[in-house]
């Protein structure tokens, strides 16, 4: 199941980049088109803002081959050699572009500056303005198009060349004010706008590379005392030690550190690691992957069920029905131990013996431990439904009724189970009652049962709170049994 649905991932990670890519290409030919026109333009009549400007857009049309060539790496699953997959590829794409954006402010500047001290002349055309009002249209519907699905793609590429774009709209403004300022006469204005083009493309530049250098530097993508209450809330979690992000944001990683009762199973371990794992990702929109690590949390009280389990456990045996119970010498563990059913007497007391002394090792405060021996029963027992079993069953009911009729008992079964049968009833008690209070409730009914009726070996009574608020007094107790003689 796990290798279906990585194989899915990977499906939907190629799909993505092959819309990426799609999406980039479309964009490239419109920026290489009005690349050339302003700068064979501005190149004829003079004006540095207009060339300054169609550099600005062919490195537009340059990032947005590096982006094609970057989301074709990206895509690539995870191997040896990249074991957290090529998604980096990606980022460093966008990096390239930020770099690149510096290079060409730089080349501007150059010519900013020597034009300032020399001076030159500009002549302004109608063409001049058609190219200028032109660009800007296809600049505001590629802004709009590539933030559309970098947002519904989740890329940053996308949404990195959107923001570049964004600025060439301004940037094309301020050559049109320069082209009119140019027409008037005041032709220093040029240069002026061409220094701004400057500033608005450093910006820029400087904006994309901070966000990438974060991503590649390991900045924490996610807030860590908002990860940290949310592992906190899930049960078994004692204390949130450390918690780690990373990533872009619609592929983080985290790593989280909790502590747990050193004598849990691996089995309960992993399912509190699941439960973090899907509560986080629940909560933070971008996780992709939650790997959870575990500390004993040795400083608090000891749990007896947890450690008594842990213990059997390492034996191979199952246990059930651990009770403390405070004597003149101290506290005694009282359980039932299942074994095999297949072992002898002399192996099942070796093994239990076995469990008594690692238990006393693990609790050293207790002054002993009980065993009750029991065969494993590995195959569910068949509901019985003779004459003799409906009986006992039936029988059994009328006591619980007896002791507390207003708990609503119903979905009674039995079965057959070693010596005699196995009874399980379920009943209704009041919500707001403490567990203590419905076990004893519980105890006495099955108590009574097995005193009354020797027959019935094993007595399982399920206390739950009323499924209505106010439940019909009147409701049959027993109408999902199917009486059968």
């Given at each position: 199941m796990s290798t279906e649905l990585s194989a899915q991932s990977n499906q939907r990670e190629r799909e993505r980049y092959q819309q990426v890519r799609r999406v980039?290409?479309?964009?490239?030919?419109?920026?290489?088109?009005?690349?050339?026109?302003?700068?064979?333009?501005?190149?004829?009549?003079?004006?540095?803002?207009?060339?300054?400007?169609?550099?600005?857009?062919?490195?537009?049309?340059?990032?947005?081959?590096?982006?094609?060539?970057?989301?074709?790496?990206?895509?690539?699953?995870?191997d040896d050699s990249?074991?957290?997959?090529?998604?980096?590829?990606?980022?460093?794409?966008?990096?390239?572009?930020?770099?690149?954006?510096?290079?060409?402010?730089?080349?501007?500047?150059?010519?900013?500056?020597?034009?300032?001290?020399?001076?030159?002349?500009?002549?302004?055309?109608?063409i001049s303005f058609a190219v200028m009002f032109g660009t800007i249209v296809i600049n505001v519907i590629v802004v709009i198009y590539e933030s559309t699905n970098g947002k519904r793609l989740h890329s940053e590429l996308l949404l990195a060349d959107a923001s570049q774009t964004r600025v060439d709209v301004f940037v094309s403004l301020s050559v049109i004010v320069s082209l009119i300022a140019s027409a008037l006469g005041f032709v220093w204005v040029d240069t002026v706008m061409a220094l701004l083009i400057v500033v608005l493309i450093g910006r820029a530049a400087l904006g994309i590379l901070w966000q990438t250098t974060q991503i590649l530097v390991d900045a924490a993508a996610v807030d860590p005392a908002a990860i940290?209450?949310?592992?906190?809330?899930?049960?078994?979690?004692?204390?949130?030690?450390?918690?780690?992000?990373?990533?872009?944001?619609?592929?983080?990683?985290?790593?989280?550190?909790?502590?747990?009762?050193?004598?849990?199973?691996?089995?309960?371990?992993?399912?509190?690691?699941?439960?973090?794992?899907?509560?986080?990702?629940?909560?933070?929109?971008?996780?992709?992957?939650?790997?959870?690590?575990?500390?004993?949390?040795r400083d608090s009280p000891k749990d007896f069920i947890l450690e008594t389990r842990a213990a059997a456990d390492a034996l191979g045996l199952s246990v059930h029905e651990i009770t403390q119970i405070v004597t003149g010498d101290g506290l005694v563990l009282e359980m039932h131990v299942e074994v095999p059913p297949t072992l002898t007497l002399a192996a099942a007391h070796k093994l239990v013996s076995e469990l008594e002394k690692r238990v006393?090792?693990?609790?050293?405060?207790?002054?002993?431990?009980?065993?009750?021996?029991e065969p494993a029963n590995s195959q569910p027992g068949a509901v019985m439904h003779?004459?003799?079993?409906?009986?006992?069953?039936?029988?059994?009911?009328?006591?619980?009724?007896?002791?507390?009729?207003?708990?609503?008992?119903?979905?009674?079964?039995?079965?057959l189970a070693m010596g005699g049968y196995a009874l399980t009833i379920h009943c209704w008690l009041p919500g707001g009652l403490s567990v203590q209070e419905a076990h004893e409730i519980a105890e006495q009914v099955e108590?009574?049962?097995?005193?009354?009726?020797?027959?019935?070996?094993?007595?399982t009574i399920h206390t739950e709170p009323p499924e209505d608020p106010e439940p019909d007094s009147e409701a049959p107790v027993n109408d999902d049994i199917v009486l059968s003689e």
């Open positions: 980039l290409g479309h964009v490239l030919w419109l920026n290489l088109l009005v690349a050339l026109a302003k700068v064979i333009v501005g190149a004829t009549t003079g004006a540095l803002s207009m060339v300054a400007d169609g550099f600005h857009s062919a490195l537009d049309a340059s990032s947005n081959i590096i982006g094609i060539v970057g989301t074709a790496l990206a895509q690539r699953p995870a990249h074991p957290y997959g090529h998604r980096r590829f990606e980022t460093m794409a966008t990096l390239t572009i930020g770099i690149g954006l510096l290079l060409v402010a730089w080349e501007i500047l150059k010519e900013a500056i020597g034009r300032l001290s020399g001076g030159a002349a500009v002549e302004v055309t109608p940290s209450m949310v592992a906190k809330a899930v049960p078994g979690v004692d204390s949130v030690l450390r918690v780690r992000s990373r990533g872009p944001s619609d592929t983080i990683m985290t790593d989280i550190d909790v502590q747990i009762q050193p004598a849990m199973t691996a089995d309960h371990a992993s399912a509190i690691a699941t439960e973090i794992e899907d509560r986080v990702k629940a909560a933070f929109s971008g996780v992709s992957e939650v790997q959870v690590h575990f500390a004993p949390h006393q090792k693990a609790l050293p405060e207790i002054n002993g431990v009980l065993t009750h021996i003779t004459t003799k079993a409906t009986l006992q069953r039936d029988q059994a009911l009328s006591i619980a009724q007896g002791l507390y009729p207003d708990a609503h008992w119903h979905d009674a079964t039995i079965r108590t009574q049962i097995r005193a009354a009726l020797p027959q019935i070996q094993r007595v």
